[in-house]
Structures are given as C-alpha cells and as structure tokens.
C-alpha cells in the first residue's frame, strides 16, 4: 500500500484544515487507517483510526469532538478534518495503515504533513 498525504498548512488557533491521504496499491478493505502527528521534540502519537469495511472510528482524548476522520471509498481516500484547532495541534501528520482492527503495528507509512496553528 502506498500512502500520500496532503492539507497541510498554517492556520490560526481556533480554524479548521482538512488532511487527506490517498491509498494505492491495494483495496483497503481489511484494512484500518490510521492518522498519528509528532510534534517538534516529542514522540509521534496516534491521533485517529478508522476500520475500512465498515467505517468504525477511534480518536485520541485530545482530539475528541475537535477531529473527525472518514473515507471516500471510491476515491480510495481518508480523510481527517480538523476543527477547533490549537496551537499544541501543531505537528507532522502521518497516515498510515495496518492489516485488521485489533492489530497495533502499522505497517505502511505516508510521508507526513505538516500543521501549523498559530495562536
């Protein structure tokens, strides 16, 4: 599976942006999808998780109610909008994708993009 990832940019505290991540290669269903981010000098973190075959999701604490990820399935695309946005959101965000729901390791990568929230 091939993972490219766009959206990024800057963006006051308190706007939206929307992230995509277009897949090729394969058909995603058995797939889940993930979305992590790194911040400058800390370690990357899961964000958001979405179940290909039924659209099942899961969020981080700090990203409930602000993050909302889905999928095109015909676009072979997922998506993460992001509302509400502050500046500790500001990241490198991944996506990326793992074979089944209860798995941990992710096993293919986008190449990230970059948020940037101003205050």
């Known amino acids: 599976v091939q993972l490219q990832a766009s959206g990024g940019g800057l963006v006051q505290a308190g706007g939206s942006l929307r992230l995509s991540c277009a897949a090729s290669?394969?058909?995603?269903?058995?797939?889940?999808m993930g979305w992590f981010r790194q911040a400058p000098g800390k370690e990357r973190e899961f964000v958001a998780t979405?179940?290909?075959?039924?659209?099942?999701?899961s969020y981080a604490d700090s990203v409930k109610g602000r993050f909302t990820i889905s999928r095109d399935n015909a676009k072979n695309t997922v998506y993460l909008q992001m509302n509400s946005l502050k500046p500790e959101d500001t990241a490198v965000y991944y996506c990326?994708?793992?074979?089944?729901?209860?798995?941990?390791?992710?096993?293919?990568w986008g190449q990230g993009t970059l948020v940037t929230v101003s205050s």
């Open positions: 990326a994708a793992k074979w089944g729901w209860t798995t941990t390791k992710y096993d293919y």
């Open positions: 290669g394969r058909t995603l269903s058995g797939y889940a």
């Open positions: 979405l179940r290909w075959s039924d659209g099942r999701t």
